[in-house]
T-cell receptor, first 115, second 116 residues
């Protein structure tokens, strides 16, 4: 069975600064996907970034980038130039490549961006 | 707007009752997933349908059932409701199942169920 662990329940950062959210996972699968989802107060789940495990290059989407360490089973999210609108819950999630039948989520990290 | 529509947005009902939550996937998406988000259990996968067929089950109670109709919309039925069933229920859709771009799941805004 796969598990996803987010060890930081809450984090805060000042506007324009950089913050890193941690995520570790456990799996015996060799091919899989990892995701970061954002859930703002509106409660909508929004995909922030996706990483394919067979790709060594770290994914980047504008101010969001990941540090994917496959051997260490670590998948952290870096938010650069933080904005007030980044305030939200962030969930790390895992999906196996074969079958792709479900997302397994971590418990989330609540990020507060303050002025 | 993700293109996934869930109704109703809010639902308040009494213990022992039965409710139906509805999900319309994005146009062209064949897969529908249901998730439950509660304070104590976090985000839990319930069930996955692909083109009308059940493909995977997660931690779904026997009191809960789902189906996907020929027009691809899906319904989640919750019966004999208990206080602990109070949660946010999400539907997500994706183009298919398998590899590549089909893995991106688009979420609806959820249905907030409160059992009193």
């Amino acid at each position: 069975a796969q598990t996803v662990t987010q060890s930081q329940p809450e984090m805060s950062v000042q506007e324009a600064e950089t913050v890193t959210l941690s995520c570790t996972y456990d799996t015996s699968e060799s091919n899989y996907y990892l995701f970061w989802y954002k859930q703002p107060p509106s409660r909508q789940m929004i995909l922030v970034i996706r990483q394919e495990a067979y790709k060594q290059q770290n994914a980047t989407e504008n101010r969001f980038s990941v540090n994917f360490q496959k051997a260490a089973k670590s998948f952290s999210l870096k938010i650069s130039d933080s904005q007030l609108g980044d305030t939200a819950m962030y969930f790390c999630a895992f999906m196996k490549r074969l079958g792709a039948d479900k997302l397994i989520f971590g418990t989330g990290t609540r990020l507060q961006v303050f002025p | 707007d993700s293109g996934v529509t869930q109704t109703p947005k809010h639902l308040i009902t009494a213990t022992g009752q039965r409710v139906t939550l509805r999900c319309s996937p994005r146009s062209g998406d064949l897969s529908v997933y249901w998730y439950q988000q509660s304070l104590d259990q976090g985000l839990q996968f319930l069930i996955h349908y692909y083109n009308g067929e059940e493909r995977a089950k997660g931690n779904i109670l026997e009191r809960f059932s789902a189906q996907q109709f020929p027009d691809l919309h899906s319904e989640l039925n919750l019966s004999s409701l208990e206080l602990g069933d109070s949660a946010l229920y999400f539907c997500a859709s994706s183009p298919g199942q398998g590899q590549g771009a089909n893995t991106e799941a688009f979420f609806g805004q959820g249905t907030r169920l409160t059992v009193v």
